[in-house]
């Protein structure tokens, strides 16, 4: 049984920083595409950050690159997502994914598992 499990979210002021942690059980991490979608009131959800197999590169929406980093830890099977200068825009409920075919992709219909999801609010 595959599950995905973040944690990590809360509520932070602009220009703040929070790491989220996705730990995945039922799974051989090393083989898996991770990424991070996140998804606003109202919006639909969207692609922020993958990881391809382990050793293998790394994506980002151009509206958290430089800000975010994503990285894996294979001892603990669980991705992390580092978002640093955070914005109000960056207020959403972020949810982990993964996939088992080789190659990080942008649309949420790649992805046959996901987690519950972490609230972030960005809010003076």
């Known amino acids: 049984q595959v599950e995905l499990v973040e944690s990590g979210g809360g509520l932070v002021q602009p220009g703040d920083s929070l790491r989220l942690s996705c730990a995945a059980s039922g799974v051989t991490f090393d083989l898996q595409v991770m990424a991070w979608f996140r998804q606003a009131p109202g919006k639909e959800r969207e692609f922020v950050s993958g990881?391809?197999?382990?050793?293998?590169?790394?994506y980002y929406a151009d509206s958290v690159k430089g800000r975010f980093t994503i990285s894996r830890d294979s001892a603990k099977n669980t991705v992390y997502l580092q978002m640093n200068g955070l914005k109000p825009e960056d207020t959403a409920v972020y949810y982990c994914?993964?996939?088992?075919?080789?190659?990080?992709?942008?649309?949420?219909?790649?992805?046959?598992?996901w987690g519950q999801g972490t609230q972030v609010t960005v809010s003076s």
């Open positions: 990881s391809s197999r382990i050793g293998g590169n790394t």
């Open positions: 994914a993964c996939r088992s075919r080789d190659g990080v992709v942008f649309t949420t219909k790649a992805y046959g598992y």
